[in-house]
């Protein structure tokens, strides 16, 4: 164990030991697990097949202190609107915790709830409580990954969204984490949030939500976060992500969902921000005819460093998968993509599609992708592809032959990378809210 | 070298002297002369490999091949010195013989792109969607098209004669002085290439010209050319009316080369 580990384990002795106390039984021992867990593990290394391209070392060599309450003063209320695609239900947490002011509820329809995860907790009975007992911390592998193991060590907040069986909501759902580290004055340093989101959609329920990270934070500053969502029988989810983490802010972050019988997850997710950010996505498709469309746009510049790694496990039959992840990589960004498909035994009749493109915009920048197919089962359906270069001469040339500038062409050569994700948006009105982020960052 | 017996009444569009190109160090263009009035179609045949589509792609402006010899003026000025968009903006135009796909882009939004770098050119107002959408619904009904097409993205996922078909729409929404179809009728089933055909025909005026780069007689049923010339070997070796077509047709090209070597 080293000094940096020895002192999350000093102050999960802490956490545990005061405000964090509250918390059910059945919690505190997944703390004292997944604490111990970490203790064993230890942050990864580049010498990890899984993390050779992406180095740790600003997270392991660092001093980053347990945010335990904001730093004031707050955001501003029209400055989480600013972030926000809608003035719908939104839970917003400042450096992992609710803050109930900036929070919007809004009156929701019966079986619909977004809050706190405290809250849930707390309260403990009822569908939602049986919903978060159910799930939370069930799903998201702490047991193999350090970083997850680490938040759940730390759970205390976060959010949680629940639909019921059969309900239908059309407005989007947000979920706004925000972080604030780094600019407080007289502060021990760096400080990490570990902020925690659960989503679980009961049979045939429906709805559209929207996790966003952001920082009103210059400063050198961690998250590490972890989503679990749950697709029921005949649910349909989708789900935006969207990190526009600070200029020097790091984000690891942990995705997984698991989906039943004939359910249908679409999963976008926009990386903008931070100097550094690992996402680890793991999908599950548990039930036969259930359906997944993982659909990614990074768009780096400077010395943004993004890492994606994804994993899509068909466990039954009849399931389709489609992933997309375009990558446009300016000066000396870098980004990593892994996908890995994986095709169970008995797994018969899937459907997976997998794609990978990165434009490069200057000889600085980098991409690394890597596809990886492990296919257990025989009658199945599986392709893959990826593609690594600048902008393509001969599309230059053909919209130069139609009048436009060559920026003009560039421009909008950069711009069908983003376009191309952006489209397999449903909700127009988040759709609409991204492509105005993405304009304003390739134009 | 212009056809024999022909009206000569239209101003000169394109005049081409001795034009040679050459593609990574090759020689393609070995000396072209071409005359195209305004009001004109112009057919250019010839065998494989004889360099009609560098010829089409050296007006347009394509960036690996290079000019080594003779020029090129349109309307007056050095077609060669400008660069692709600068031609286009000027109202050249290249129907491509393999059209490129454009990922995430639309159909729509390319072709607005277009209208409007041309009209910002011309310092006319440039086109906002809704206005544009307007437009753009009397050119589809040109070519037997949905408006499902302009959601598409630009060739993506396109069969080759959609493709070819969106050659044809941009040629009408762009509405060139001078188009260069480069085997705009390769691949096409006998529908298609009527369609292109009579939209060729339609959009035919005094004051624009029309070059026809094909291996086939077929699409000259649907339009009556002014001139028929044959490429062969990087040079123009044979030029006449319609009836050159026909005889083409007949006998193929080797009597031309015969006729080249003894000539």
């Not at chain 1, 939602?128 to 702490?142: K, M, T």
Request: net charge neutral; with cysteine.
């Amino acid at each position: 164990m080293t000094a940096v580990a020895d002192r999350y384990l000093a102050e999960f002795r802490a956490f545990s030991g005061n405000g964090a106390g509250s918390a059910p039984a059945w919690l505190k021992e997944i703390r004292e697990g997944a604490i111990a867990r970490f203790a064993e593990l230890g942050f990864p290394t580049m010498k990890q097949e899984e993390w050779r391209f992406t180095s740790v070392a600003p997270i392991a060599d660092a001093a980053f202190t347990l945010a335990h309450t904001p730093r004031s003063p707050l955001p501003a209320a029209a400055d989480i609107e600013q972030l926000c695609v809608g003035a719908g239900p939104r839970v917003v947490f400042v450096d992992g915790r609710y803050v109930a002011e900036l929070s919007t509820a809004t009156t929701l329809p019966r079986g619909v709830r977004i809050g706190s995860l405290a809250a849930a907790l707390e309260s403990g009975s009822g569908s939602a409580g049986d919903a978060v007992r159910a799930h939370l911390a069930r799903h998201a592998p702490w047991q193999q990954s350090a970083f997850t193991a680490l938040n759940t060590a730390f759970l205390a907040d976060g959010a949680f969204v629940h639909v019921s069986a059969g309900v239908v909501l059309d407005r989007p759902l947000e979920v706004v984490y925000v972080a604030t580290g780094g600019v407080g004055t007289g502060g021990p340093g760096p400080t990490v949030s570990h902020p925690r989101t659960l989503i679980v959609l009961d049979s045939n329920a429906q709805a559209t939500v929207v996790e966003s990270y952001a920082a009103f934070a210059g400063g050198v500053y961690w998250t590490n976060a972890v989503t679990e969502a749950v697709v029921g029988n005949g649910a349909r989810l989708e789900l935006f992500r969207v990190q526009r983490e600070g200029p020097k802010g790091i984000q690891v972050a942990t995705t997984h969902s698991r989906q039943e019988r004939d359910s249908y997850l679409a999963l976008h997710l926009v990386s903008l921000g931070a100097a550094l950010a690992r996402h680890d996505v793991t999908n599950v498709l548990d039930g036969a005819g259930a359906e997944l469309i993982l659909n990614g746009l990074y768009l780096l510049g400077g010395a943004q460093h993004t890492d994606h790694h994804t994993v899509i496990d068909h466990a039954q039959p009849h399931c389709v998968s489609h992933e997309f992840f375009n990558g446009v990589l300016a000066e000396r960004a870098h980004g990593v993509f892994n996908g890995r498909i994986i095709v169970r035994p008995g797994a018969q009749r899937t459907d997976s599609k997998q794609t990978n493109n990165n434009l490069l915009l200057s000889t600085e920048a980098r991409a690394d992708s890597q596809p990886q197919l492990e296919i257990y089962a025989d009658d199945v359906k599986c392709t893959h592809g990826s593609t690594v270069g600048p902008i393509d001469q001969t599309q230059l040339y053909y919209l130069r032959s139609r009048g436009l500038s060559p920026e003009a062409a560039r421009s909008i050569l950069t711009y069908g990378f983003g376009a191309e994700i952006l489209d397999r948006m449903r909700h127009p009105d988040v759709r609409a809210r991204l492509d105005r982020l993405v304009r304003e960052r390739l134009t | 070298m212009t056809g024999r017996g022909k009206r000569e009444t239209g101003k000169v569009l394109l005049e081409v002297k001795d034009l040679h190109a050459t593609v990574e160090g090759k020689e393609i263009l070995k000396g072209v002369h071409l005359t195209v009035r305004a009001g004109e179609v112009h057919a250019i045949m010839g065998p494989n490999g004889s360099g009609k589509s560098t010829l089409a792609q050296v007006l347009a402006g394509h960036p690996a091949y290079t000019v080594t010899a003779g020029q090129a003026l349109y309307e007056g000025k050095d077609l060669l010195s400008m660069a692709p968009e600068a031609r286009a903006r000027e109202g050249v135009f290249l129907a491509f013989q393999y059209p490129v796909a454009i990922r995430g882009i639309t159909n729509a939004y390319f072709l607005r792109a277009a209208v409007n770098a041309m009209r910002k050119h011309k310092g006319v107002e440039e086109l906002g969607p809704v206005e544009f959408m307007d437009a753009l619904e009397e050119k589809l009904k040109v070519i037997g098209w949905d408006s499902s097409y302009l959601s598409r993205p630009v060739n993506e996922g396109f069969s080759g004669g959609e493709k070819k078909r969106n050659e044809i729409l941009q040629l009408a929404v762009l509405d060139p002085k001078l188009a260069i179809l480069d085997e705009t009728d390769s691949g096409l089933d006998i529908d298609a290439v009527k369609t292109v055909a009579q939209t060729v025909d339609k959009l035919r005026r005094p004051d624009n010209a029309t070059v026809l780069v094909t291996h086939y007689y077929r699409i000259l049923t649907h339009i009556q050319p002014d001139v028929v010339h044959v490429l062969a070997g990087g040079r123009i070796v044979k030029s006449g009316g319609k009836e050159l077509a026909l005889e083409l047709e007949e006998k193929g090209y080797d009597w031309l080369r015969e006729e080249v070597a003894v000539g």
